[in-house]
């Protein structure tokens, strides 16, 4: 799930700096085929654009939650019986939100294109010149890919021809490929207002491609926008309506912008560039490079560590509930630090080798740490106050809280390696323990 948040995160980036590059540069750009070439490459390009590879390396040194977060055990001292807690953590209950409304948008799609072939198939047919029409009132003047929807009743009227080379303009270059997938880059970040203005862009710069297409054929320019001004506004649809953002289409029409050139298109290969360097710096602002630490003669296969590897480490040939139920079984809350009434949460950082053992980070053969205040392998996040006056507890009965969660997760066999490219890797990864008094 991490995985999937960080590639959306740099998704949504791409699209912030490319729409925003869009409107700076064709905002009142008339060539509205450079246009959508833009719009199709800023819906294609951030999804390729974020399956760049970067280096996944952890940082060690850093007492910040990695990547890996196992749930935390709990200890009772009083009644000595352990237990654990699958909660529903945020990062977990952000992640159903995005996957509820994801896919409530995927069946919506889904609904609308049913909808519009149910009706391709149960309407009526009428032949138009070199155009095979499809007679549904329901649906106004639309056009789906191949089909083109007519009201019957608009036949005879003066504005019919405008109206029919319009669709049909639609239907020659394939507009709804452009409708399908702005809805589909909307249904995958509905939560970033830039994937909403990009799909209004898209539909805008269809509708201003068939209108010039129009306009280039009929001289009376004022008669296409009276047949605009006619049409019924119909409601939102995944088909081409004719009538969709009528007031931008004919302040379109009649603004004296430039036919600018396709010079512009150039400029996305700057941004590019810019926006791969602006994923990379925030990649590296997160403890995601220890290595770092160590020379380039340092850095060996021996002591790379990842946080996330191709392949997950596996405990005794189940899940991580086992590690849990591992600990669970084997920790013992200290005699002294129950007696003296120490309580505290425990976060211990360890690493998984390559050959399947336990190892602390700033052991042999793995980079030291540097020297900070607080960056112990085993880092003390609290503690509930001593009864005598809330002082804060003895640092020998805190030692033995540390050295209690350290013993018991060391001792774990059994591990099977992570991997990457099929070659078992060091991982990183961290386990909360919590040591309670009741």
């Known amino acids: 799930m991490d995985k999937l948040f960080t590639y959306l995160f740099e998704i949504n980036i791409s699209l912030l700096i490319l729409y925003a590059a869009y409107r700076i540069l064709f905002d009142r750009d008339k060539n509205f085929h450079a246009r959508r070439i833009y719009l199709l490459v800023t819906m294609f390009l951030p999804f390729l654009l974020a399956l760049f590879p970067h280096p996944a390396r952890m940082a060690i040194n850093s007492i910040l939650p990695v990547t890996i977060h196992l749930d935390e055990i709990i200890i009772s001292a009083s009644s000595g019986i352990l237990e654990t807690t699958g909660g529903i953590r945020f990062r977990d209950l952000m992640a159903g939100i995005y996957l509820s409304l994801f896919t409530l948008g995927l069946i919506r799609l889904c609904v609308q294109v049913f909808l519009v072939l149910r009706t391709a198939s149960r309407s009526g047919r009428l032949q138009q ?15 789906f890919f191949g089909y083109i929807f007519i009201d019957p009743a608009t036949r005879h009227d003066a504005s019919f021809s405008h109206i029919l080379e319009h669709e049909e303009i639609h239907r020659r270059e394939w507009h709804s490929a452009d409708r399908v997938m702005a809805e589909l880059l909307v249904i995958i970040n509905w939560f970033n207002p830039a ?48 009538s969709s953002h009528i007031k931008n289409r004919i302040n379109m029409l009649n603004k004296n912008y430039k036919s600018g050139s396709r010079w512009k298109l150039a400029m996305l290969f700057p941004l590019v560039v810019f926006t791969l360097l602006l994923i990379s710096c925030a990649d590296k602002e997160g403890p995601l490079n220890g290595n770092d630490l160590l020379s380039d003669s340092e850095i060996t296969a021996e002591n790379m560590i990842y946080d996330q590897p191709e392949v997950m480490p596996v405990f005794r040939g189940g899940d991580f509930t086992e590690f849990r139920k591992y600990i669970a079984q084997n920790l013992r809350y200290p005699k002294e630090a ?98 309670v008094l009741q």
């Open 129 to 143: 010149e070199n155009s095979r029409l499809i007679t549904a009132p329901s649906l106004h003047a639309s056009s």
């Open 195 to 242: 994937a909403w203005m990009i799909r209004r862009s898209v539909v805008e710069n269809l509708e201003y491609l068939a209108d010039s297409g129009v306009v280039g054929k009929c001289a009376d320019l004022s008669g296409y926008q009276l047949s605009i001004l006619n049409q019924y506004i119909g409601s939102a649809s995944i088909s081409n309506q004719f």
């Open 338 to 435: 129950a007696e003296n009434s120490v309580s505290g949460r425990v976060v211990v950082s360890f690493i998984v080798t390559k050959d399947g053992n336990v190892r602390i980070p700033g052991e042999s053969d793995f980079p030291p740490k540097p020297e900070k205040d607080g960056a112990n392998e085993v880092v003390v996040v609290s503690f509930d106050p001593i009864t005598q006056g809330g002082a804060p507890p003895d640092q020998k009965y805190v030692d033995l809280l540390n050295q209690e969660a350290v013993r018991v997760i060391t001792s774990a066999t059994g591990w099977e390696p992570g991997k990457i490219g099929g070659k078992p890797v060091n991982v990183m990864m961290t386990m909360p323990i919590n040591f």
